[in-house]
């Protein structure tokens, strides 16, 4: 099955600064590749998500790259601020209605 | 946006009792939906896939006896844990897949149970 990788496990950034965190996956049958911002007790909310034909996606201060060969994706967050301090799960499927692979999540904190 | 609800949104129970989770979808319809379990500071857990009018799809792990799952119309899955545990406390979230939609999936706000 397929199995994702998540790093870093937590980042602590300076507001302004930039975010970067990476996600592997082992599956090659995987075209859906989505991020989730989580707050404590709540919802996983999607931010934003690619797909396998695209190289990368930009939605204002958050972009997400993906390559496919590498099997590699990466959520990049720009002028961060503090209300951007969360968890953000990456996750790995064959297409936006199947079952998502999560990956284990990072804890982002932005200090102002 | 399409919206899906959970109820009940915490529930605390005795060791033994059985507790059933619904996940509606309130407007739109989903032959699919799914159930995730979350432990804390962990990530969402596939439990899983449950399919309007036929049996769930349990992930390897996941006993199909214990977490009964239940998909008797096109907008209402529901989750019962029987014979809860203590090890069973977590956050629950299903998610419905939009068929009509970009086949995009919606989760819902999620279930704490606590099992004393």
């Known amino acids: 099955g397929e199995n994702v990788e998540q790093h870093p496990s937590t980042l602590s950034v300076q507001e302004g600064d930039s975010a970067v965190i990476k996600c592997t996956y082992s599956?090659?049958?995987?075209?859906?590749f989505p991020w989730y911002k989580q707050e404590l007790g709540k919802r996983p909310q999607l931010i934003i998500d690619?797909?396998?034909?695209?190289g990368e996606k930009k939605d204002q201060r958050i972009a997400v790259t993906l390559n496919k060969t590498a099997k590699h994706f990466s959520l990049h967050i720009t002028e961060t601020q503090p209300e951007d301090s969360a968890v953000y799960f990456c996750?790995?499927?064959?297409?936006?209605?199947?079952?998502?692979?999560f990956g284990k999540g990072t804890s982002l904190l932005v200090t102002p | 946006g399409a919206v899906v609800s959970q109820h009940p949104s915490w529930v605390i129970c005795k060791s033994g009792t059985s507790v059933k989770i619904e996940c509606r979808s309130l407007?739109?319809?989903?032959?699919?939906m799914f159930w995730y379990r979350q432990f804390p500071k962990q990530s969402l857990m596939l439990m899983a896939t449950?399919?309007?009018?036929?049996?769930?799809?349990?992930e390897q792990g996941v006993e199909k006896d214990k977490f009964l799952i239940n998909h008797a119309s096109l907008t209402l899955s529901t989750l019962t844990v029987t014979s809860a545990h203590p090890e069973d406390s977590s956050f629950y979230i299903c998610?419905?897949?939009?068929?009509?939609?970009?086949?995009?999936?919606?989760f819902g706000p999620g279930t704490r149970l606590l099992v004393l």
């Open positions: 996750a790995a499927s064959r297409d936006s209605g199947y079952a998502l692979n």
């Open positions: 449950s399919n309007e009018g036929s049996k769930a799809t349990y």
């Open positions: 690619i797909r396998s034909n695209v």
């Open positions: 599956d090659s049958a995987s075209n859906y």
């Open positions: 998610s419905a897949r939009d068929e009509q939609g970009a086949e995009t999936q919606y």
């Open positions: 407007d739109f319809q989903a032959t699919t």
